[in-house]
């Protein structure tokens, strides 16, 4: 049985658990993206990694290394609230953060007089919410019904991967999922290129303002936005940085060369790879909303910030 204790890793970003143990119009629009919208990429040489200084070496970002990707299919977007409710009402499947019974919620999101709830040591914004799960993302008095069209939250790696399965395929490795956010651009910080808002256009969901305590939404939202929401990059993928953190297949490790054929991550470990930053992300204490960006948390942890989207095999 999993403790029921709220712990935070060595960032920021992704608590996790302890291992002791939108419009009615664009609803009808968006909400019925297929299974099968996915983009076939080539694969090849690219640069994965980053030199740049607004890298972090102690998450293991650097120094820039050649890398090969074969051929693979990636999803357009981020995996819905929609398809995964395809999932759950085909298999039955439970979702961790349902068995456990709590998952982390951003306190931001909470009503004024919703019950008080234990925050994350060192990151109190973070609370332990009873009942929240991807089906009712900030506890049981919070809905999906109009976030269809929105990436779909509080998924664990667990969670992740077995929608994987039942879709035929399986998470990103992080070298595949670097290859595609780039989009055919030479290692850029962003998958549009190296400016973050070039001519003043926001191009991904990431908080303005102080966090934690104002959000300007000058991109246009608090929390989640609907998949489609900014311009996609050159391969015609949408929201790889920003909107939610993304799983990957590898386990995390910072002291490990990444590079050449087809990398991976170690064969154990305690954490998963997790990519692209989301909503929350700030520059004045979390600037991982960069392509290069990593961070982790554990296979059965779940917050309100952290999706995902699925790859194929093509060609090999």
């Not at 002791?20 to 090849?44: F, N, P, T, Y």
């Not at 293991?60 to 999932?87: C, K």
């Not at 919410?129 to 809905?143: H, R």
């Not at 001519?199 to 959000?215: A, E, I, R, T, Y």
Request: hydrophobic residues 30%; glycine residues 12%.
């Amino acid at each position: 049985m999993l403790g029921d204790k709220p712990k935070v890793n060595d960032n920021c970003c992704a608590p996790q658990r302890s291992s002791e143990k939108s419009s009615e119009v664009r609803h009808h629009q968006m909400a019925r993206i297929r299974h099968e919208d996915v983009i076939s990429l080539d694969g090849g040489d690219f640069l994965l990694g980053t030199n740049s200084p607004h890298g972090r070496p102690q998450d293991g970002e650097m120094p820039i290394v050649q890398a090969h990707v074969l051929p693979f299919a990636i999803d357009r977007y981020a995996v819905t609230n929609s398809q995964y409710l395809a999932f759950i009402e085909d298999v039955g499947y439970t979702t961790d953060a349902e068995q456990i019974g709590w998952s982390f919620v951003f306190a931001g999101l909470l009503p004024d007089d919703f019950e008080d709830t234990r925050g994350v040591q060192g990151s109190p914004w973070w609370r332990q919410v009873f009942g929240a799960s991807w089906e009712f993302p900030e506890g049981p008095q919070s809905s999906i019904q109009e976030r269809m069209d929105h990436p779909v939250t509080h998924i664990s790696w667990n969670d992740a991967v077995a929608y994987a399965n039942w879709i035929g395929g399986r998470l990103p490795t992080e070298a595949e999922w670097e290859f595609a956010a780039q989009g055919g651009l030479k290692n850029p910080i962003f998958p549009w290129g190296n400016e973050l808002e070039p001519d003043g256009q926001h191009f991904m969901n990431v908080w303005q303002g102080s966090f934690p305590d104002k959000n300007l939404e000058s991109d246009g939202w608090y929390g989640t936005a609907p998949v489609g929401s900014y311009p996609p990059n050159q391969y015609g993928i949408g929201e790889m940085t920003g909107n939610v953190w993304e799983w990957c297949s590898d386990w995390y490790a910072t002291d490990r060369d990444r590079g050449g054929n087809s990398p991976i991550g170690p064969s154990t470990g305690e954490s998963k790879v997790i990519k692209g930053g989301s909503y929350l992300c700030h520059d004045s204490y979390c600037n991982r909303y960069r392509i290069a960006a990593r961070s982790s948390t554990t296979t059965d942890s779940s917050m309100g910030h952290l999706g995902f989207r699925t790859v194929r095999d093509v060609g090999n």
